[in-house]
C-alpha cells in the first residue's frame, strides 16, 4: 500500500532532522513592530528570545517568528523592516532550537536562511518571484499556506465552490511547484491556512475534512490557536481561546495533521502526550 500517512518519517529543516512519529508543536513568537527608541527594540528582542526560551521550555519543537504583517486588515512592510525585526530573533536562536520564518520576500528568506533558518513558513507559498529558488537553494524546509485573496481583504468576501477541494488541489499545485524546483519531498509541509480568506463555515468544513490534506502524504500543519472562528463557537474573545485552541489541535492531529501551531504550548503537549498514549500500540510509561 502506497504511504499515505506522515507517521514514521521525518522532516529535514537545515541542521535539523524533525521525527515525524509524534505530533509536533510549533510555538508562536510574534515580533511586534515597535516605534519606540533603539532601547526599545533591544527590549522587544530580549522580550522575544525569553518567550521562545520558555516555549521550548514548556515542550516546543520548533518556534515560528514573525511579524503582524498576514494577520486580517495588516499593512504592507518593506522586506528591509521585516528583516530588521526577525533577524536579531533568529541570530539570538537558531543554531539551538529549529526557527521557523513568516515571510513571503525572498530577501528576508535569503537572510534568514543564512543565519540559520530550519524552515520557512510562507503564507503565500513561494509564489513572490524568486521565492522557489531561495528555498531550493537551501536546506530548509518549508510550509506552504493556502490563502485565498490578499491579508489586508481576505476576510471580507470569502467565496469557494467546495473549500476542501479548491484548498487541496492548490496545495498539491504549490507543493509540486516546490518538488520541480528542487525542493526535496521531505522538507515540505501543507497548510489549509484557518483563517485565511475563509469564513467560519470554511474553517469549520476544512477541519472536519482535514484528512483529504494529510492523505496526499505531504506533512500537514495546522494553524488554529486562538483564530476567530474559534471564537464564534465558544462565544470567548481571543484572551479566553485556550481550552478552544487545544480542542482544535487534537481534532486536526487526530485528522492527519503533524504539526501544530499554537500559542500555548504546555497544554497543548499535554494534550497531544494524551492522544499519544492512546492512539501508539507501543506507548511504554517513563520509569518514575
Ligand atoms: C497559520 O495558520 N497563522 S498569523 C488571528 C487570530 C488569532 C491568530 C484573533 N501565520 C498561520 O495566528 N502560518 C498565522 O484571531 C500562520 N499557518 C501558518 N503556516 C495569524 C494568527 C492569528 C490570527
Not at 61 to 69: Q, R
Amino acid at each position: 500500500m502506497k504511504t499515505v500517512s506522515a507517521a514514521g518519517r521525518a522532516l529535514r529543516a537545515g541542521p535539523f532532522v524533525l521525527a515525524l512519529d509524534r505530533p509536533l508543536v510549533m510555538g508562536i513568537v510574534n515580533v511586534t513592530p515597535d516605534s519606540f527608541s533603539d532601547g526599545g527594540r533591544f527590549f522587544d528582542v530580549r522580550h522575544a528570545v525569553a518567550r521562545a526560551e520558555q516555549l521550548v521550555a514548556e515542550g516546543a519543537d520548533l518556534i515560528d517568528v514573525g511579524g503582524e504583517s498576514t494577520r486580517p486588515g495588516a499593512a504592507d512592510v518593506s522586506w528591509q523592516d521585516e528583516l530588521a525585526r526577525v533577524a536579531p530573533i533568529v541570530d539570538a536562536l537558531a543554531s539551538r532550537v529549529p526557527v521557523s520564518v513568516d515571510t513571503s520576500k525572498p530577501e528576508v528568506m535569503r537572510s534568514v536562511l543564512r543565519m540559520g533558518a530550519a524552515m520557512i513558513n510562507d503564507v503565500r507559498a513561494l509564489q513572490a518571484p524568486g521565492a522557489l529558488q531561495v528555498v531550493a537553494e537551501s536546506d530548509a524546509a518549508v510550509c506552504l499556506m493556502h490563502m485565498q485573496g490578499l491579508p489586508r481583504t481576505m476576510q471580507l468576501a470569502p467565496t469557494y465552490g467546495d473549500v476542501v477541494a479548491e484548498v487541496s488541489g492548490f496545495l498539491r499545485d504549490r507543493a509540486m511547484a516546490a518538488e520541480a524546483a528542487g525542493i526535496a519531498r521531505d522538507r515540505i509541509v501543507l497548510d489549509p491556512g484557518f483563517g485565511f480568506g475563509k469564513s467560519p463555515l470554511h474553517n469549520l468544513r476544512l477541519l472536519r475534512e482535514l484528512f483529504e490534506i494529510s492523505r496526499m502524504g505531504w506533512p500537514v500543519l495546522a494553524g488554529l490557536s486562538r483564530k476567530s472562528f474559534l471564537g464564534r463557537i465558544v462565544d470567548r474573545d481571543v484572551a479566553d481561546r485556550q481550552s478552544a485552541s487545544v480542542a482544535s489541535a487534537l481534532l486536526a492531529v487526530e485528522r492527519g495533521a503533524t504539526l501544530v501551531r499554537v500559542h500555548d504550548v504546555a497544554p497543548t503537549r499535554d494534550a497531544l502526550e494524551v492522544w499519544r498514549a492512546v492512539n501508539d500500540k507501543e506507548y511504554t510509561f517513563d520509569e518514575r
